[in-house]
């Protein structure tokens, strides 16, 4: 990875629908160019996959989404982690260190009693769940994906 692939990735992350000549007229390199990078950068698992990021709002289809914390076990807490990332109600998993071990699931349900039967019925059982917080999401302000962009080229707040 040299600062080429770090700008190709850039705007792959800004539109990913971006053609290899489009970044590379940008770039001010060659498309063959551009799309070697990328494949290579598909090849060693850096590009995981394209994907599109829906306004769920504006689609009309009502549902919630919440953020929850699950505190575990620290013995079962990888367990419990993998467990979660495989239900589709599941859209993202970490793992935190704190005061104690924290698992935080970002979490989405139709509405919130599809929300409260899958936390009391999925999540509160599984062996080494000690508590479980949740935060209903009521505004979404930002959702974009990482930005590669160095600390220098970054806007201040």
């Given amino acids: ?25 940008r770039l001010g390199i ?3 160019t551009v799309h070697e990078r990328i494949k290579k950068m598909e090849q060693n698992g850096i590009i995981k996959k394209y994907t599109t990021l829906v306004d769920i709002d ?10 929850t914390t699950v505190f575990t076990d ?35 349900a139709e ?6 039967a899958f936390i009391a019925n999925e999540v509160a059982p599984l062996p080494g769940v000690m508590r479980i917080r949740t935060s209903i999401i009521t505004r979404k302000y930002k959702e ?12 201040p707040l």
Avoid: F, W
Wanted: no cysteine.
């Fill in 1 to 25: 990875m040299d600062d080429m692939d770090r700008q190709i990735l850039n705007l792959l992350t800004q539109d990913a629908r971006s053609t290899y000549t489009e970044i590379g007229q």
């Fill in 30 to 32: 060659a498309h063959s």
């Fill in 58 to 67: 504006r689609l009309g289809t009502k549902n919630i989404t919440a953020i």
């Fill in 74 to 108: 620290p013995k079962t807490s990888e367990e419990v982690a993998q467990k979660l990332a495989r239900a589709p109600e599941v859209l993202e998993v970490y793992t935190s260190l704190s005061e104690e071990l924290l698992i935080i699931a970002k979490i989405t």
């Fill in 111 to 116: 509405d919130q009693e599809r929300l409260h």
């Fill in 144 to 155: 974009t994906s990482p930005s590669l962009a160095s600390q220098s080229e970054r806007l």
